[in-house]
């Protein structure tokens, strides 16, 4: 299995010749040569100590459960005293509670670097980081000042736990129950499942951000809160709540995913976070930083997988090159068709890495109060989440497809990318929860004003980009007409809703949302090719070529006059 190697080149061309983040005050310092160091050293983190741990432990079977506790795969707990001591879990986060304050669009690079090179290992932080911002947003003063220095510096670790046995998706359904105390706490009982590093050995504590239901709360999704339920108490005691199972899963085998019991004798000591009955909102804190992240993480395997097939694809040899007749064999990255799957690896990758940056730049905008800045961050979030963890199941896919036979067993490392990406389209929100919400929420919330002024601004961006030279106007007419056909299933959208049929709506979001992937793509890597080299022009010309026209498709079936999913066709 070849080595992963952290694409710090392509990452600093991004933050600096494409988004020029040095606009960002939180920027000011971090010229060519600050931002390359810091990711070099990430880097060399992620390629010299989480890699060589990745497969070595998938192939271990991950972690044991054994009464309650959890020991993860062998090398894990020194990596994450390297990966803590080198300063790296509080990236973005404030200074005050022992952050460095960097901009989330330099965090994302350093973020990626952790999922591409280990992410059973990378899921820790990205949970925790959910929990610092849960805390952060909604907490009391005592609590950011007690649990976000020990989360930040990433002695303690977060988690989220928020579906249950019989609700799934709909967190409108889950039981768990919060009793309110004389002293204030409540006493947390309750299930939950598929609940990350819910229980593990890399850290003094483990802090739980738990939804439940306060007793006499409403029903649904408005009788929701949200509680903070350490592992140990302030006191050091065990607090009541226990991993009861270990989940056997198709991959991320050395991430622990855990069925959680709380109360199983008497009732878990919380904290409510914020007010009563508020949890959902609270919930959305944690889960649109996440959402981001796992859009971020669909890149992260993307990349792992392309490297791998690339090296292998220049090793193996097989075959004669098609027209020389003197039969010498070629390696098989000399043939046309291996040379297509590996470029479409490759640009489906660049662009949603791009894209997930571009989401990050926004968000650094957002956080300075800057309205237009945090609509771009809302219409993203969907769009990167799901986009980009499509691409990554088949980037990974075509990985396997590159090695061939040897991609379908288990040495070469392909098959773990593959099964590891699966999980990418589901958790956090599936990705038909991710197109109801860019259909439902982000279009029809204020009439399509604000994805209007998105798709404006691209056909503006575009066109700058067109007026360079007539290379780049020959890249961007199609990609034009293509945002041209997007807006028109726009308008198709708001015609459906404004005559009331919300169900055709539902059917077509996941089409409407993968056709503005598309778009968006193409929009990104024509930025890309503005600014680069020949090599960057003629990957976005690949992907004019052979991924832009996915967007016909796509926006044919949200035009379609039927619709064929209701009635007794199943």
Known sequence: MPDYKAPTHDMVFLLRDVLDISALPQA??????????????????????????????????????KEGSVTTAAGWKDAYRQYCEMGWNGVPFDPEYGGQGLPWVLAFPVQEMWQGANMSF????????????????????????????????????????????????????????????????????????????????????????VLARVTGAPEGVKGISLFIVPKFLEDGTRNDLICAGLEHKLGIHASPTCTMSFGDNGGATGYLVGEENQGLKYMFTMMNNARLSVGLQGVAIGEAAYQAALAYAGERVQSAKIGDKSGAKAAIIEHPDVRRMLLTMKVLTQAGRALAYEAALNLDKARGGDATAQSRVD????????????????????????????????????????????????YEGTNGIQALDLAFRKLLMDKGEAVKAYQAELTSVLAEIAAQD?????????????LEAVKEA?????????????????????????????????????????????????????????????????????????????????
């Open 28 to 65: 000011a310092e971090l010229d060519t040569e600050t931002v390359t160091a810091i990711l070099e050293e990430a880097g060399k983190l992620a390629s010299g100590v989480l890699a060589p741990l990745n497969h070595q432990a998938d192939k271990a079977g991950g972690c044991i459960l």
């Open 122 to 209: 990378g899921l820790c932080p990205l949970l925790n980081q959910g929990a610092v911002e849960a805390i952060e947003s909604h907490g009391s003063d005592e609590q950011k000042s007690f649990y976000l220095p020990k989360l930040v510096s990433g002695e303690w670790a977060g988690t989220m736990n928020l579906t249950e046995p019989q609700a799934g998706s709909d967190l409108g359904a889950i039981r768990s129950k919060a009793e309110k105390q004389a002293d204030g706490t409540y006493k947390i009982t309750g299930q939950k499942i598929f609940i990350t590093y819910g229980e593990h050995d890399l850290t003094d504590n483990i802090i739980h951000l």
């Open 379 to 426: 219409i993203l979030t969907p769009i990167v989440k799901s986009w980009c963890t499509d691409n990554a199941v088949e980037v990974a896919s075509l990985g396997v497809q590159v090695h061939g036979g040897m991609g379908f067993i288990e040495e070469t490392g392909a098959a773990q990318f593959y099964r590891d990406a699966r999980i990418l389209p589901i």
């Open 470 to 482: 007539r290379e780049l106007s020959a890249l961007c007419k199609p990609v034009l007409e293509a």
């Open 490 to 570: 726009t308008a198709h959208m708001l015609h459906l809703a404004g005559s009331g049929q919300m169900d055709a709506i539902a059917s077509r979001a996941t089409s409407y949302l993968n056709a503005f992937g598309v778009v968006c793509g193409a929009v990104m890597m024509a930025r890309r090719a503005a600014v680069g080299d020949k090599a960057d022009r003629e990957r976005a010309g690949f992907y004019r070529d052979h991924i832009l026209p996915r967007h016909k498709a796509l926006s044919a079936v949200v035009l379609a006059a039927d619709d064929f999913l209701s009635g007794d066709l199943l």
